[in-house]
C-alpha cells in the first residue's frame, strides 16, 4: 500500500486549505484512513479518521467544526478540508491507511503512512 498525499502550502490566518491523498492499494475499500500532523519539536498527532466506506468519521476535539475528512472510492483518494486556518496548525500532515477498516485515532493502528506536505499558515 502507498499513500501520495499533496496540497499543503502557505497560507494566512483564516484561509482553508484541501489535502488530498492518493491511496495506492489492491482493494482501497479494505482500508480505514486517517490524517496526522506534527508541528516542528512536537509529537505527531491525530487529526480526522475515517471509516472503509466513508459513513463514519472522527476528529480530533481541536478539528472539529473546522475539518472535515471524505473519501472518494471511485478516485481512491481521502481528503482533509481544512476552514479556519490558525498558525497553530501549521505542521507537516501525513495520511495513513489501516487494516481496520474502522474510523480511529491511535497512531499504532496505521500501518501505511505517506511522506507529509507541509502546511503553514502565517498570522
Known amino acids: 500500500v502507498q499513500l501520495q498525499a499533496s496540497g499543503g502550502g502557505l497560507v494566512q490566518a483564516g484561509d482553508s486549505l484541501r489535502l488530498s491523498c492518493v491511496v495506492s492499494?489492491?482493494?482501497?475499500?479494505?482500508?480505514?484512513l486517517g490524517w496526522f500532523r506534527q508541528a516542528a519539536g512536537k509529537k505527531r498527532e491525530f487529526v480526522a479518521g475515517?471509516?472503509?466506506?466513508?459513513?463514519?468519521?472522527i476528529y480530533a476535539e481541536a478539528m472539529k467544526g473546522r475539518f472535515s475528512i471524505s473519501k472518494d472510492n471511485a478516485k481512491n483518494t481521502v481528503d482533509l478540508q481544512m476552514r479556519s486556518l490558525e498558525p497553530e496548525d501549521t505542521a507537516v500532515y501525513y495520511c495513513?491507511?489501516?487494516?481496520?477498516?474502522?474510523?480511529?485515532?491511535?497512531?499504532?493502528?496505521?500501518?501505511?503512512w505517506g511522506q507529509g506536505t507541509q502546511v503553514t499558515v502565517s498570522s
Open positions: 495513513a491507511a489501516s487494516i481496520m477498516r474502522i474510523a480511529q485515532g491511535t497512531e499504532e493502528y496505521y500501518s501505511y
Open positions: 492499494a489492491r482493494t482501497f475499500m479494505d482500508y480505514g
Open positions: 475515517i471509516n472503509y466506506d466513508g459513513s463514519h468519521t
